[in-house]
Structures are given as structure tokens and as C-alpha cells.
């Protein structure tokens, strides 16, 4: 015989609590008692429940007590009743359905051992949305609930005989025996609210009892206090400060000590992930809630160390007994990687409670199962952007294949590639380089952008390097692809622009030349066009974001800056008076990079010349100085590895007919007009005999949006029929030449010229191996008629010494004594050479046979060795090897301080900032039912059961 006694416990909760009366009194099997405790309500929910259940049956308390408090203080004076005496706890916005206590009850005669029983909880505003089918955890304390979001209750989790096995129910709807309860000592008054149900469910199972969902009785609930639907009095703590402390709390309070040991490792790390992505999502305040939750439990050990020993007293079958019902492992991993998703997306970090995502079941083959995702492949092999990406990654490596021979990556503007992301980190960092004859000036900042992606690269440069420049074609493609996706939604144009931004000449010039600056300029302009048009409309995240990527692109082509600056310039006269905050956003958009890149920029003010290199080798051979203005007009910057001028002719002729059309006639003048100025720059460039690869890549992409926006005619003219059909069809023909022609030249040719992919260490061996205390080799190249040098320090230079200004008296000192041990002039040229260290003089193969004799005529030279490789002399003399200055530029540490800390707070200010899900409908922009209950609401934010 079973005796229940409905326990009601309100606090400012009105709105629901009626109904939720309602449907407790019109149970289907008849309360034995009601009880109703309000905790201080001001909007009237005592009189509610006076007049539901009568003056003698409610209790008031203070506006602070806590739910447990409210539960006990009624148990406590609660005359005990005959036969198997239940307590059935309820929240103000909880509304069971008719039959639920029916079906409670059902299942505990069911299952004798059952002492706890909860029913299958529902969304209070959508009827068929699932909360709850009981709850389990993860070691760290994440709540799952075992539920897609917003899933719908189609019977899917009810099971065969209507009750799951769980490790938890909610508070909202327990069904809880009256002698389980006094024997755990109920509710911890610790946990006031959130958590104190889970921490009771655990006690009650390793007690030896069993804690069951009922899958038959429904109860709809508003989650109101964690959705801050009402003010929480009983904590002056944030909702998600107070449930993640309380989910810390039960989990260390209830684990073993080793698993106790591994868990506050475990939530000292993840606590730390989640603070960066919060502050990375602008979330100030969550971030803290974070920090301080961990801190308030971790910062009280003895709380802590009496929680354990409470909860060991009533210990009967142990951990094992709920392990099983834990989160899967993998299940948290799925979890992380969807955080950390959500913020790319700018939808924000997952919330703490867990009610709004894919959660892990209580079984490790649906924690397995949550691990496949068929949906993700499905999407990727269906998208016409992964195919894309496909067939340009197929068309580059059949154009480059000769590139890959095993060796040293290098050659025309690119010194062969050696060395780690570690020195490239310590040439950015250090206040005197040893390279060459010595250079106190400060390294040029690409190379830490560089020694960034090393890092990322496991630490190698030449991997680094090799994607970026080899594989800037398909990651120009990907670029143009993604960042077009609001500007152009007709597919197959996007698919044409980024396939003929792509193989565009300034992309094959790029690799043949070894121009890794250019290369990653040209992977980034597609995100600029993007950025700018969310910039000239005032959105100060996009400027921010814009700032920080053009200074990246600034750092190795600084008349990427000069392009975007007038550009900019000229947006701000057009845009500022229209739309408000444009010159704001544009302020920061090209603040950033000055503020950001300063001091460097400061040197190449001074040295306006400068402005037209870009990274690398400076080498003259690498511009066409003849380039005609047939090239210039048809994007062409000439140089090695560039196509024949008529590869881009169809691009052209395409994009000169959209400006017959009548429709979209602004957007095609600004694309033109940013084709025009990107020209007329690069005929300026060109005649100052620089290679004019970067204006005309801003050519070329406005050229290429201002067709792509137009290009959705073409169905309409497919459709017409008759000529328009054929002309249609001819278009597409046209269009689609220039990337096709592009790709297959490419193919043929193939993609050598200067770069190759077999050099050797210029360094020999021997002169590595006689090179104690750092003596220095000179190695000399003759070139098209003419000398170069490089001065190696016993190894090969790396990516950005070749930019390191030596002294200029020291400079002109050794260039002279090398220019007069070539031409065999004699006099004290070798003994110059080594008062600055030179050990060796190397010439790699094959060696010009006047140089070789010009080397071998000095008496102050030894020959080592001469082959078809190269060939070798030591000086004979005594070699001083100069020391580096004592001390160190105390401004160049502190900038390098100053550097990092901005760049944190750009990368801050330009992250995605997001609302949470409940902070979504506290501001009316939650997703939306798809469709309405059946009855009408009372107001706004209630609906009665369907």
C-alpha cells in the first residue's frame, strides 16, 4: 500500500505555478497529502498555494532558503504514514501530466529496489521538445542529458519496458521513498539548487538503490532559474557560477580518492580551455564564473575533505556501481571539439549545464556511436567547394612534381629552406644576429608569422613553407571559395571564381619565383574583399579581424598596405556619410597594422623603394623589365613560370560583357574600378622594374566579383531559349577557358623556373666540421655576369637574414675584398676577409673556370677540394672570429612584450563573440517551435499541456 505525499516548493514562480497546481490535484491516482513551502515570493505564489491546498498545509520560509532547506523543514514535521510512504518533490514550474504519478508508482512495484523514480521531463513552452530521460556526468562535471538539441519525444529513448536505468533524475518530479530519504539525510543543504539532485541520485546508488526515468509519465518543465526566468535570492552568485561550483562539488565529493586525483587534474585543464574560448568569445563574465567556480571548491578543502566523509559513511557497493552510467570518454571529446566548433561559428561556447547539446548516453556503445558522423561526410563529398579543392590540389601537384626530388626547398627569391620554427623564433627575438657579418637591426616581422606556422607544422619550417608556396593554388581556391559565400549564392559562379582566382598568372608566377610573401598575400585577398564590405558596413569585429590579416599580409608585401589604404580611403568617402560607424571600422581596419608592425614600418618609410619588395632574395632577374601593356591588361605580370598573355583572355572578354547588363550596374563599377586602379598601380610597379604581382591580384579579384555577381543571368537567358540559350552556353564556355587553358599550360610546363626542390646545404661539410668557434664561410655565386655573395656561420642561412642590414662601412669593406679575390687583383683582400672570420671560400658547382683560377692564384688560399659539386678553399692564415656586443636593446624586449599583448587583444577583439543559448531566449532569438500547441498560451511565456 503506498502512501504519497506531494511536496510543492515556490519562489517567485506565478507565471507557472497554477497550472502546475492544476495538474498536481487532478491526478489520475489520488495524493494522500500535499505540502507547499514558499520561499518568500513577492508575486503572490504563497496565496496561489493557500488557496490550492489549504492555510495548515503551507509553509513559509525566508526568501533565501534553498530547495533542499524547504524540503526538509516539511519532512521534519511530516507525521510518518502507513504502508510504503513516498515523498513526490515538485517544482512551482513543473506540471506533471495526469497519469504520472500512476506511472511512478507502476514501475516501483515493478522494481522493489527502486527508491528513486523520475518522470520523463518536457520543454514547458514546446510540448514535444525533450529536457530530460534522466541525467548522467562527465568526470570533469558536464551534465549530459543523453539528447540532441531540441529533439523531439517520438518515443525513441522509452525502451522496452518504459524505464531506463540512470544515474540521475531531476528534483522536478522525483519520486523518492521517505526511508531512503532520511537514510541519505535528503538533499545536501550545501547545494541550495542546481546539482543537489545528482549528488542525491549517486549517494542513493552506491547505497545499493536504484534510481530509474519512467519513461511513461510525463512532467513539462520551464527550467526557470537556470534559463533566468526569475531572480535566484537564495545565492548573490551567477546561475552558471553556482552549477558549475555544485557540479565540481558533487563529482569530487563522490569520486574515490584516485579517480578524485585524475579528476582535479582533469577540471584544472579543461577549466583553463574553457576560460580562453569564453574571453577568446568575448564572454568576460562566463570566463570568470569559470576561474572562480574551480577556485571555490579547490580553495575549501576542508568543505570538501567533510563531504567525502559523510558520503563514504553510507557507502555500501561503491564506485563501480555508477562508473558505468558515467559520459564515455569519447563522448567529451565529441563535446570539445563541438565547443570549440560553436565558437568558430560565432555561436558561443557551450553552456555548462548541458541542456542544449549532444550529449553521451549511459552506455559506452551509444558514447561510441555519438563518435560517427555520417551527416559531416556527406556534406563534405556532396560540397562543390571540397571537390574544387580536390581538383586543384590534383592539378598542383601534377604541375609540381618535379618540385618534390627530396632535397632543399629554394631558389629564386626563396633561400633553401632549413631550420626549425624554434630559429626562427630566436633570429625574431634576439637582439644580435650572427648571420652574415652581424646586424643589430631587428628582425623583419614575417619571420615570427612564419615561425608561427612552423610551430604549427610541428616545428617545420620547410613543411610550413611547402604548403604555403606549393600549395597556394588549391588554398587560393579554398580562400575564394569560403569568403565569396555571402557576396556571390549562385554556386556555379563561385565555383568559377575560385577556380579562376586560382590559376590566375600572378599564382603560377608566384610558385615558379619562390615568392612565399606574395603566395600567402594572394591566399588572403579573397579575405580581405570579404572582411571590407562587413567593414564599410560598420561591423567593428570584421575590422578588427580585417586589421589583424593585413597586417600578416603587410609584414611580407608592404604595398599590400599602400593597395588598401587608398582603396579604404576611397570607400570612406563613399560609405561614411551613409552608413554609420564606417569610419570607425576603417580607422581600426588600417590602424592595426601601423600599430602592429611600427617600428619596421618605421624603416621602410624611411626607404620608400622598400615598399615594392616583398620577402626573400631581392632579385632582378625575377621582374620582366619589358613587360608590355597587352600583359598588364590582361593580368599578366610576367616573369617565370607565368602562362602565354591570351590564357586570361576569356576572363576578360566575360567580364567586359557584364558591363552590358543593365542590372547590378554599381556593383560592376566598383569591381572595374578597383581592376582599373589595381592596372595603373601595376604599371607604376612594373616600370620601376618590380615584379607587379600583388596589384594585379587586386585587380583581378575585383574583375572576378563584379562578373560573378552578374553571372546568375545566365540562367535566365538558358532559359529564355533560342539565341539567348546558345549565348548562354557560349559564356559559359568562354568563362570557364581561362581556368581550364590555365590549368593544362600549367600542367605541361610544369611549375620549375628559379625554385627547385634538389638544392643542396651550401654549407660543405668540411668547412662545417673545421668550424669550432663559429668561423665563417663565403660562399659565391656568379650570376647573369655579376657576383653575389652570402657569409654563412657555419650553416645555412634561414628565412629572413637575407633582410638583415650589417653595417654599411663593413658592408662595403668585405663587398670590395670579395670583388678583388674574384678578379684575381690580389693584395690583403684574403686577410680583410679574415678579420671578419672567414675560415673558408666555397663556389658550388659547376665552378666558372676564370673564378677558379682567380682563387687558386692567391697564396693566401688552400685548396680542400674541386668537383662537378663545388669547390673549397681555406685561408691559411690566422682567422679572427668577431664577438657579438655585450648587453642587449632593452627597447627591443620591451616592444617584443608590447608585440605579443597587442596581438592578443586584436585576436580577442576580432573573435567571435556569441550569446548562450539561454541568454538567446532571455533576448526572444531562441529557435523556434515548428509549430504551435495545441491550446492557447495564458500568457506569453506559458502553455498548458497538450
Not at 739 to 763: N, T
Not at 913 to 929: L, M, N, S, V
Request: charged letters at 20%; a positive charge.
Amino acid at each position: 500500500m503506498h502512501s504519497v505525499t506531494a511536496i510543492v516548493v515556490a519562489h517567485d514562480g506565478a507565471r507557472w505555478l497554477k497550472e502546475t497546481l492544476e495538474a498536481v490535484l487532478r491526478q489520475s491516482r489520488p495524493l494522500d497529502r500535499v505540502a507547499g513551502v514558499d520561499n518568500g515570493s513577492r508575486d503572490g505564489s504563497g496565496r496561489i498555494l493557500t488557496e490550492a491546498f489549504g492555510p495548515s498545509s503551507v509553509l513559509s520560509m525566508s526568501r533565501s532558503t534553498g530547495f533542499g532547506e524547504a524540503v526538509h523543514e516539511v519532512v521534519r514535521r511530516l507525521p510518518r504514514a502507513s504502508g510504503q510512504e513516498w515523498l513526490w518533490l515538485l517544482h512551482d514550474d513543473c506540471a506533471p501530466d495526469a497519469h504520472a504519478l500512476r506511472a511512478l508508482l507502476h514501475a516501483a512495484d515493478q522494481n522493489p529496489k527502486a527508491a528513486i523514480l523520475g518522470p520523463k521531463l518536457r520543454d514547458w513552452l514546446d510540448r514535444r521538445v525533450l529536457l530530460e530521460i534522466g541525467v548522467t556526468v562527465g568526470r570533469s562535471g558536464r551534465r549530459d542529458t543523453g539528447l540532441e538539441p531540441r529533439e523531439y519525444d517520438q518515443g525513441q529513448h522509452d525502451g522496452t519496458h518504459g524505464v531506463l536505468d540512470v544515474l540521475s533524475v531531476s528534483t522536478a518530479g522525483m519520486l523518492i521513498r521517505r526511508e531512503v530519504w532520511e537514510e541519505l539525510a535528503g538533499l545536501d543543504p550545501r547545494l541550495p539548487l542546481f546539482r543537489d539532485d545528482l549528488d542525491l541520485c549517486w549517494r542513493a546508488r552506491v547505497a545499493g538503490h536504484r534510481v530509474l526515468n519512467v519513461t511513461d509519465a510525463v512532467a513539462w518543465h520551464a527550467e526557470a532559474a537556470s534559463r533566468r526566468r526569475r531572480r535566484i535570492a537564495a545565492s548573490d552568485d551567477h546561475p552558471r557560477r553556482i552549477d558549475r561550483r555544485n557540479a565540481l562539488f558533487v563529482v569530487m565529493a563522490n569520486l574515490p580518492f584516485w579517480a578524485l586525483v585524475r579528476s582535479v587534474f582533469r577540471n584544472i585543464t579543461g577549466s583553463l580551455v574553457r576560460t580562453v574560448l569564453f574571453v577568446l568569445a568575448k564572454q568576460p563574465a562566463n570566463a570568470l564564473d569559470e576561474i572562480a567556480a574551480l577556485g571555490s571548491v579547490l580553495g575549501h578543502p576542508g568543505r570538501l575533505f567533510k563531504a567525502r566523509k559523510e558520503r563514504k559513511k553510507g557507502r555500501k557497493q561503491g564506485y563501480p556501481a555508477v562508473a558505468r552510467l558515467f559520459t564515455p570518454p569519447g563522448a567529451t571529446w565529441r563535446r570539445l571539439a563541438d565547443m570549440i566548433q560553436r565558437y568558430l561559428a560565432g555561436e558561443g561556447p557551450v553552456d555548462s549545464a548541458g541542456r542544449h547539446h549532444a550529449a553521451a548516453a549511459s552506455s559506452e556503445d551509444e558514447g561510441d556511436e555519438l563518435l560517427t558522423d555520417s551527416g559531416l561526410f556527406q556534406r563534405m563529398s556532396s560540397s562543390p567547394g571540397v571537390w574544387l579543392c580536390v581538383l586543384l590540389l590534383a592539378v598542383t601537384v601534377a604541375a609540381e612534381w618535379s618540385l618534390f626530388a627530396g632535397g632543399l626547398l629554394g631558389g629564386g627569391a626563396l633561400v633553401p629552406v632549413t631550420g626549425g620554427a624554434s630559429d626562427l623564433w630566436r633570429l625574431y627575438v634576439e637582439n644580435h644576429h650572427s648571420a652574415g657579418l652581424g646586424s643589430d637591426t631587428w628582425a623583419p616581422p614575417y619571420v615570427a608569422v612564419l615561425a608561427a606556422l612552423s610551430t604549427i607544422f610541428f616545428g617545420k619550417t620547410w613543411l610550413a613553407v611547402s604548403v604555403l608556396l606549393l600549395g597556394c593554388v588549391p588554398l587560393a581556391g579554398l580562400s575564394a571559395y569560403v569568403a565569396t559565400r555571402r557576396m556571390i549564392t549562385y554556386t556555379p559562379a563561385r565555383v568559377w571564381l575560385a577556380a579562376t582566382y586560382a590559376l590566375l598568372p600572378v599564382a603560377t608566377g608566384v610558385v615558379a619565383s619562390g615568392r612565399v610573401g606574395t603566395a600567402l598575400v594572394f591566399v588572403l585577398i579573397p579575405v580581405y574583399a570579404a572582411l571590407a564590405t562587413r567593414v564599410v558596413a560598420g561591423s567593428r569585429r570584421a575590422a578588427w579581424g580585417f586589421g589583424l590579416l593585413l597586417a600578416i599580409g603587410t609584414a611580407f608585401a608592404p604595398l599590400v598596405y599602400v593597395v588598401v589604404a587608398i582603396l579604404g580611403g576611397l570607400a570612406a568617402v563613399s560609405f561614411g556619410g551613409i552608413r554609420r560607424g564606417v569610419g570607425v571600422s576603417l580607422a581600426i581596419g588600417l590602424g592595426t597594422p601601423i600599430v602592429l608592425l611600427f617600428p619596421w614600418l618605421a624603416e621602410i618609410v624611411r626607404e620608400p623603394r622598400r615598399i615594392l619588395l616583398e620577402s626573400g632574395l631581392a632579385d632582378p632577374s625575377l621582374a620582366d623589365p619589358r613587360l608590355g601593356a597587352d600583359a598588364l591588361l590582361m593580368l599578366n605580370p610576367g616573369g617565370p613560370g607565368t602562362p602565354p598573355v591570351w590564357v586570361t583572355a576569356g576572363l576578360v572578354a566575360v567580364a567586359l560583357g557584364a558591363l552590358l547588363l543593365r542590372r547590378h550596374q554599381t556593383v560592376v563599377a566598383i569591381g572595374w574600378g578597383v581592376t582599373l586602379f589595381g592596372v595603373l598601380l601595376a604599371v607604376v610597379v612594373s616600370r620601376l622594374a618590380e615584379w607587379p604581382g600583388v596589384p594585379l591580384a587586386f585587380a583581378a579579384t575585383g574583375l572576378l566579383v563584379a562578373t560573378a555577381l552578374t553571372a546568375h543571368r545566365i540562367t535566365e537567358f538558358r532559359a529564355a531559349g533560342g539565341p539567348r540559350r546558345a549565348g548562354a552556353l557560349l559564356i559559359v564556355i568562354v568563362a570557364f577557358a581561362t581556368p581550364l587553358a590555365a590549368a593544362g599550360l600549367w600542367i605541361v610546363g610544369g611549375a620549375g623556373g628559379p625554385l627547385r626542390g634538389d638544392l643542396r646545404d651550401p654549407v660543405p661539410p668540411l668547412s662545417a666540421a673545421w668550424s669550432p668557434n663559429g668561423e665563417r664561410t663565403l660562399l659565391m655565386r656568379p650570376e647573369g655576369g655579376r657576383l653575389a655573395y652570402t657569409l654563412l656561420s657555419g650553416r645555412a642561412p634561414f628565412i629572413g637574414e637575407s633582410d638583415l642590414r650589417a653595417p654599411a662601412a663593413d658592408t662595403a669593406r668585405v663587398g670590395t675584398a670579395v670583388a678583388g679575390l674574384a678578379s684575381g687583383r690580389g693584395g690583403g683582400d684574403v686577410q680583410i676577409l679574415a678579420a671578419y672570420g672567414v675560415q673558408f671560400v666555397t663556389v658550388p658547382g659547376p665552378v666558372d673556370v676564370a673564378l677558379q683560377r682567380s682563387l687558386d692564384s692567391e697564396p693566401a688560399l688552400v685548396r680542400v677540394s674541386l668537383s662537378e659539386t663545388g669547390g673549397l678553399w681555406r685561408v691559411a692564415g690566422t682567422v679572427t672570429v668577431p664577438k657579438p656586443p655585450s648587453g642587449g636593446d632593452g627597447w627591443h624586449r620591451t616592444w617584443l612584450w608590447a608585440q605579443a599583448a597587442l596581438v592578443a587583444l586584436v585576436l580577442v577583439l576580432a573573435s567571435p563573440g556569441a550569446r548562450t543559448a539561454e541568454q538567446q531566449e532571455d533576448y526572444g532569438d531562441a529557435p523556434a517551435p515548428a509549430r504551435p500547441s495545441r491550446r492557447r498560451p495564458k500568457n506569453p511565456e506559458e502553455q498548458v499541456p497538450a
